[in-house]
């Protein structure tokens, strides 16, 4: 088995899948010689996106998504069953990020808090609700729930952000109990601080106290977690379920 047959028929959706991580996780699992449905509220890019890889001999397809729209989950990940005629797995990697973090927990906004757990939190629990009755029929279906670090050390002043990452986290073991009889895994990655469009407004101060803290020195890019993730939605993890595994250089540990 090589990395270019390790997902070799394996049928998965991937949200968040337009740019930055979402995009890099679609674009290894499709190299993996998995089928993708990359899902995203910015539909038109996610189109575009989707273009380029098939141009490159991938099976990718694209749909809109918008996690605060239960009738726009439902919606995609019927098309995602269907063009697939099934799901083997699921990636929730999309996200409300940016302009979230910022203000003290004492002028932190309680809409922007509503707004950030509705599509980080709920969001996250719809797709795998919506999802579930697919993931049954493949008989070893993978969830993976994308998280954060900074749910782990309690990052300042990015209160909502740091809770709906943690609930994450905590949500993704109550799914693995549940799912398991199905022979469902259900696991959390939590990146550590990436260079991605959603941290481009990220203050310097906050990368180089990353890339100091880690026991790996440097910047974190996406391509870090692709190991990470081929592993847990291939059938080498089958008996790995209600984990959180950080991938951050060893900024912070588990």
Request: a negative charge; hydrophobic letters at 45%; one cysteine or more.
């Amino acid at each position: 088995m090589t990395i270019h047959t390790l997902l070799q028929g394996k049928k998965i959706m991937v949200t968040g899948a337009a740019r930055g991580l979402g995009l890099g996780f679609a674009q290894t699992i499709a190299k993996a010689g998995a089928t993708v449905v990359m899902a995203d509220i910015l539909t038109e890019l996610v189109e575009q996106e989707a273009k380029q890889l098939q141009q490159q001999g991938l099976g990718v397809h694209a749909v809109g998504l918008d996690l605060s729209q239960p009738e726009s989950i439902r919606s995609a990940v019927q098309f995602a069953a269907d063009t697939l005629n099934g799901l083997d797995g699921l990636v929730n990697c999309a996200a409300l990020a940016t302009g979230v973090g910022g203000k003290d927990l004492m002028q932190y906004d309680p809409d922007l808090w509503d707004r950030v757990m509705t599509i980080n939190v709920k969001g996250t629990w719809l797709m795998v609700q919506a999802c579930v009755p697919y993931l049954k029929q493949s008989g070893a279906a993978k969830i993976i729930n994308v998280a954060s670090d900074t749910a782990l050390w309690g990052a300042p002043k990015l209160m909502a952000y740091v809770a709906s990452k943690g609930a994450i986290i905590s949500m993704t073991r109550s799914m693995a109990r549940e799912l398991g009889e199905f022979n469902i895994c259900v696991n959390t990655i939590s990146p550590g601080l990436t260079l991605v469009e959603a941290t481009e407004y990220v203050p310097q101060e906050r990368h180089d106290l990353y890339v100091t803290g880690r026991a790996i020195q440097r910047q974190q890019h996406p391509q870090d977690l692709n190991g990470t993730a081929l592993y847990l939605l291939s059938d080498l993890a089958s008996f790995v379920t209600g984990q959180n595994i950080p991938v951050n250089g060893g900024f912070v540990f588990n």
